[in-house]
Structures are given as C-alpha cells and as structure tokens.
C-alpha cells in the first residue's frame, strides 16, 4: 500500500524550487494512479546518454507518437480499428491506447528513436550548454614590488 506524500510544506517554505517541488508532485500521482502499461526501461548507456525502451507490441510506427516540450518526453500510443472478422478465444495482447510522460532534467534532449520488433527506443543525451561547464582559472603571476622602508 501507498501513502500519498503531502508537499505543501515545500511550497510554504522555499523559493525558486517550485519546479523540483512539482516533479516530486508528478512522480507521486504516477506511483498513484496504478498504470503499468505499457512496461519500460531507463537505461544508462553513457556519459550523459540515456536510453528509453519500451515494449509495444502490436502497435505499428504510425500508431505511435513521440513529442518533447518543455521538459517533458510525451510517448502516446493508440491503436487503429481493427475491421477484420478474427474471433479470439482469448487475447492476451493489450491493444489499447496508452500515454507515458518522462520528466527530462534540464539539457536533456532527445536525439532519436527507433521501432522494431514490438520494442520503441528512445534516445536521449544531456548537453549542458558550454557557459554552464566548469572553468579553469588561471592565477595571473603579479610580479611584486618591494615596499620601501622608512
């Protein structure tokens, strides 16, 4: 059983943090709302790059749909009409829509995707921007005069 975490008191009491504040909200309504469809991986597969797989079995690439804005990664998938006559006695694929949203940390992009046999990977590298890396600074040598004595 899950508790549902209260995070007003993050709100009441700090400034500027109002975005890591809502990613602890949107993680905790997910943990809530009890979806598991479909399944997925976070894997690691570099400095700074990353790789999202999920299983989508019976879904085709145009059923699929993959948008990022402002640091959100959007999956959706919905599935066309089926018009044929099959009779299932049983049917075990899921053939519903679904939608998947990854909160992206800042500079993270997505670089790519690809769809095969039932499994969709994405992509993703984080770029921190060349003026946000750490500097080297040189100690400028001052060639000292000597203080004259009175």
């Known amino acids: 059983m899950r508790t549902a ?3 007003s ?8 943090f109002d975005r890591i504040a809502h990613l602890f909200d949107a993680a905790n309504q997910t943990a809530n709302n009890g979806t598991n469809y479909p399944p997925y991986d ?14 989508v079995a019976g879904f ?3 059923e699929v749909d993959i948008q990022s804005e402002n640091g959100v990664l959007l999956v959706r ?9 099959r009779q299932f006695l049983y049917q075990g694929i899921a053939n519903r829509s679904f939608e998947r949203k990854f909160q992206l940390a800042d500079y993270v992009t997505v670089t790519g995707a690809q ?3 039932g499994i969709l990977q994405i992509s993703l590298v984080k770029e921190i921007p060349d003026a946000m890396k750490a500097k080297k600074i040189a100690i400028n040598n001052v060639p000292s005069t000597p203080i004259e004595q009175q």
């Open 5 to 7: 975490f209260d995070f």
């Open 9 to 16: 008191p993050l709100y009441r009491t700090t400034v500027g």
């Open 42 to 55: 976070i894997e690691v597969t570099g400095d700074n790059q990353y790789v999202i797989t999920i299983a």
């Open 60 to 62: 085709a690439e145009h």
């Open 77 to 85: 998938g919905k599935k066309d009409k089926d018009e044929s006559d």
């Open 115 to 117: 769809l095969a046999q």
